[in-house]
T-cell receptor, first 109, second 113 residues
Framework: GDSVTQMEGPVTLSEEAFLTINCTYT??????LFWYVQYPGEGLQLLLK?????DKGSNKGFEATYRKETTSFHLEKGSVQVSDSAVYFC????????FGTGTRLLVSP | SQTIHQWPATLVQPVGSPLSLECTVE??????LYWYRQAAGRGLQLLFY??????ISSEVPQNLSASRPQDRQFILSSKKLLLSDSGFYLC????????????FGPGTRLTVL
């Protein structure tokens, strides 16, 4: 079946550091790809998306590019802030989405 | 704009008691609706999804059930709760074939004692 694999966390960074969270997927066809963010005690918020190969999704300084050849959708941000501390989920699919297990990001001042 | 509501926000129930969690969506029509469970420190497990009134697909066999009595209302139920039913329950909606991104509600924290 379809699956999404994310890097294990937590990822601990200092403010203004560069962030990469790896995500790879296995799926039939070319699914839509998503990154969601979850703050403590809240639901998931859509961060960005890409619907076809080579699409780049971006939002709030975060970026991810749909790489068909490597079946990847890595999340990047050039300079993280303390407020970016949260759990990040990668997801893939069509009407039903498959989610990764989440990666916790901790950013210290 | 669209909004999604869940209630209650938190719930503490004894083992063997019934459960009813409600989810409603405003500002859209004929959404796809989803119920997920998130165990502590874990990813999301899809429990049920619905593409229309009265149409429910179950993803995981368990003692939970779902119903969709109205277009924008989705209910998660149980006749007898188990300890293992504790978790964070999330409802989500999507536009279906017009866009696959899902939008999540604030969640219900369920503790079964």
């Amino acid at each position: 079946g379809d699956s999404v694999t994310q890097m294990e966390g937590p990822v601990t960074l200092s403010e203004e550091a560069f962030l990469t969270i790896n995500c790879t997927y296995t799926a039939t066809g070319y699914p839509s790809l998503f990154w969601y963010v979850q703050y403590p005690g809240e639901g998931l918020q859509l961060l960005l998306k890409a619907t076809k190969a080579d699409d780049k999704g971006s939002n709030k300084g975060f970026e991810a590019t749909y790489r068909k050849e490597t079946t990847s959708f890595h999340l990047e941000k050039g300079s993280v802030q303390v407020s970016d501390s949260a759990v990040y989920f990668c997801a893939a699919g069509f009407q039903k989405l498959v989610f990764g297990t989440g990666t916790r990001l901790l950013v210290s001042p | 704009s669209q909004t999604i509501h869940q209630w209650p926000a938190t719930l503490v129930q004894p083992v063997g008691s019934p459960l009813s969690l409600e989810c409603t969506v405003e500002g859209t029509s004929n959404p796809n609706l989803y119920w997920y469970r998130q165990a502590a420190g874990r990813g999301l497990q899809l429990l049920f999804y619905s593409v229309g009134i009265g149409q429910i697909s179950s993803e995981v066999p368990q003692n939970l059930s779902a119903s969709r009595p109205q277009d924008r209302q989705f209910i998660l139920s149980s006749k007898k709760l188990l300890l293992s039913d504790s978790g964070f329950y999330l409802c989500a909606w999507s536009r279906g074939i017009r866009g696959y991104e899902q939008f999540f509600g604030p969640g219900t924290r369920l503790t079964v004692l």
